[in-house]
Nanobody, 123 residues
Framework: QVQLVESGGGSVQAGGSLRLSCAASGPTFDNSYAMGWFRQSPTKEREFVAVVSWSGSDTIYANSVKGRFTISRDNAKNTAYLQMNSLKPEDTAVYYC???????????????WGQGTQVTVSS
């Protein structure tokens, strides 16, 4: 079992910043997994946001967040981060941390999902 615990969500005004964290634990967690983020709002389908490879050297972003969000990871802490800058009201959603093999994450079928953390951006 792999457990994922997200933190760092909250409310911010448009143009502001937030940093999400995702701590992974469990006997079957493997640092070779990619780690990523998805988001879902009441008015949209679940959306891929970003993924980082096991080494941290490779990243992929959704076009909607490219240039504003940065994903990273610290393998010593089994933790992934999502730095979100220049936030917009349309970024409002529940953000979910995921782990799995890279192609599975990008394809929407990661191994494990976190519980989610709410991000609200007001105009």
């Amino acid at each position: 079992q792999v457990q994922l615990v997200e933190s760092g969500g909250g409310s911010v005004q448009a143009g502001g910043s937030l940093r999400l964290s995702c701590a992974a634990s469990g006997p079957t967690f493997d640092n070779s997994y990619a780690m990523g983020w998805f988001r879902q709002s009441p008015t949209k389908e679940r959306e891929f946001v970003a993924v980082v490879s096991w080494s941290g050297s490779d990243t992929i972003y959704a076009n909607s967040v490219k240039g504003r969000f940065t994903i990273s990871r610290d393998n010593a802490k089994n933790t992934a981060y999502l730095q979100m800058n220049s936030l917009k009201p349309e970024d409002t959603a529940v953000y979910y941390c995921v782990v799995g093999y890279g192609p599975d994450v990008v394809g929407g079928t990661p191994r494990t999902w976190g519980q989610g953390t709410q991000v609200t951006v007001s105009s």
